[in-house]
């Protein structure tokens, strides 16, 4: 029986107490307190509502190539887990601007009112999506479902949309519901040389320095959101994840890992393999070796976390 249903019992069953002692009342010398039955009453609602807090909504944010999938893969594997991945309600990176028919996606709301012959305002996509939002997580939370949304940072950060000037989605969440988030990071030197190597540098100039600014930019929107590395992850796997199920408030289990690569989403583009564990670097061209010399950004950056430049 769900809380909903026992508190409506409860009241019925009081309502119904409180009409029997109001009959024997009236037939009885004995006088009741007017304010006694009623404040008894509410007093049993209020603790009634009180058990039922709302479940909170929890998010990822990371950038791409740091890390984040197989983080997220055993987020999802954990027990009652629901992660959709990567999302960005104002991403405009899965949006048609050759001329050529839009790309076929009937589910998608947001990306068919880009598509429309009349510009829509970006608020009208916010509410569209916090719209969705609210109610998915009303509907899973009482089949006892933990929806988990991973960010697609990328979209906002590493394009050249104009951060400054849009909201993030935790931004948006954050104003929305009660949430959990947490930030993972990776060295930003392998981070972008996997990006370079996916062919995913797609703001300009495309250089580390670059880069490591708008990385910077990324984690001055999240201050005061709890920040895990990648590096500690898979050095120790199973004793992260437990913490990021304590930042998280999701209930942790070590066969989480055993499960992880069996999961399958969305930006599932790392090297291969099911065992976590550290990777070696990718070789690290001559140019931008002398670039990371050079970005005070980039040793900024790596200082914010204790990272060797």
């Given at each position: 029986?769900?809380?909903?249903?026992?508190?409506q019992d409860?009241?019925a069953?009081?309502?119904?107490t409180?009409?029997q002692?109001?009959s024997?009342r009236?037939?009885?010398?004995?006088?009741?307190?007017a304010?006694?039955?009623?404040?008894?009453?509410?007093?049993c609602q209020?603790i009634?509502d009180?058990?039922?807090?709302?479940?909170?909504?929890?998010?990822?944010h990371?950038?791409?190539?740091?890390?984040g999938?197989v983080?997220?893969?055993c987020?999802?594997?954990?027990?009652?887990s629901?992660?959709v991945?990567?999302?960005?309600p104002?991403?405009t990176?899965?949006?048609?601007?050759?001329?050529?028919?839009?790309?076929?996606?009937?589910?998608?709301?947001?990306?068919g009112l880009?598509?429309?012959?009349?510009?829509?305002?970006?608020a009208?996509?916010?509410?569209?999506f916090?719209?969705?939002?609210?109610?998915?997580h009303?509907?899973?939370?009482?089949q006892?479902?933990?929806l988990?949304?991973?960010?697609?940072?990328h979209?906002h950060?590493?394009t050249?949309?104009d951060?400054?000037?849009?909201?993030?989605?935790h931004e948006?969440?954050?104003s929305?519901?009660?949430?959990?988030?947490?930030?993972t990071?990776?060295?930003?030197?392998d981070?972008?040389?996997?990006?370079?190597a996916?062919?995913?540098?797609?703001?300009?100039?495309?250089?580390?320095?670059?880069?490591?600014?708008?990385y910077?930019?990324?984690l001055?929107?999240?201050v005061?959101?709890?920040?895990v590395?990648?590096?500690?992850?898979?050095?120790?796997?199973?004793?992260?994840?437990?913490q990021?199920?304590s930042l998280?408030?999701l209930?942790?289990?070590?066969?989480?890992?055993?499960?992880m690569?069996?999961?399958r989403?969305?930006?599932?583009?790392?090297r291969?393999?099911?065992?976590?564990?550290?990777?070696?670097?990718r070789?690290?061209?001559?140019?931008?070796?002398?670039?990371?010399?050079?970005s005070?950004d980039?040793?900024?950056l790596?200082?914010?976390?204790?990272?060797?430049?």
């Open positions: 029986m769900t809380i909903d249903a026992m508190a409860l009241a069953e009081l309502e119904e409180l009409r002692l109001e024997y009236r037939t009885d010398d004995a006088s009741v307190p304010e006694a039955l009623p404040s008894l009453l509410q007093q209020e009634c009180g058990l039922e807090q709302p479940a909170p909504l929890r998010s990822l990371h950038f791409a190539c740091s890390g999938t983080i997220a893969k987020i999802s594997a954990l027990p009652n629901i992660v991945s990567e999302i960005d104002l991403s990176m899965g949006v048609n601007v050759t001329g050529w028919a839009p790309r076929f996606a009937p589910t998608d709301l947001i990306l880009r598509h429309a012959a009349r510009a829509v305002d970006d009208i996509f916010v509410e569209i916090k719209s969705s939002i609210n109610a998915a009303a509907g899973l939370s009482k006892g479902y933990n988990v949304l991973r960010d697609h940072a979209s950060f590493c050249n949309t951060a400054a000037s849009r909201p993030s989605l948006i969440l954050v929305e519901l009660p949430l959990r988030s947490v930030v990071v990776r060295h930003p030197l981070s972008f040389l996997s990006l370079t996916n062919g995913w540098l797609h703001f300009e100039p495309a250089t580390l320095d670059e880069y490591s600014r708008r910077l930019a990324f001055d929107r999240h005061g959101v709890p920040v590395l990648y590096e500690d992850f898979v050095q120790a796997p199973e004793q992260v994840l437990e990021l199920c998280l408030d209930p942790f289990s070590p066969l989480a890992l055993d499960f690569p069996v999961i989403m969305t930006g599932d583009s790392g291969s393999g099911g065992r976590i564990s550290a990777r070696r670097r070789d690290v061209p001559q140019e931008l070796d002398q670039d990371r010399n050079d005070h980039y040793h900024a790596c200082a914010r976390f204790g990272y060797d430049p």
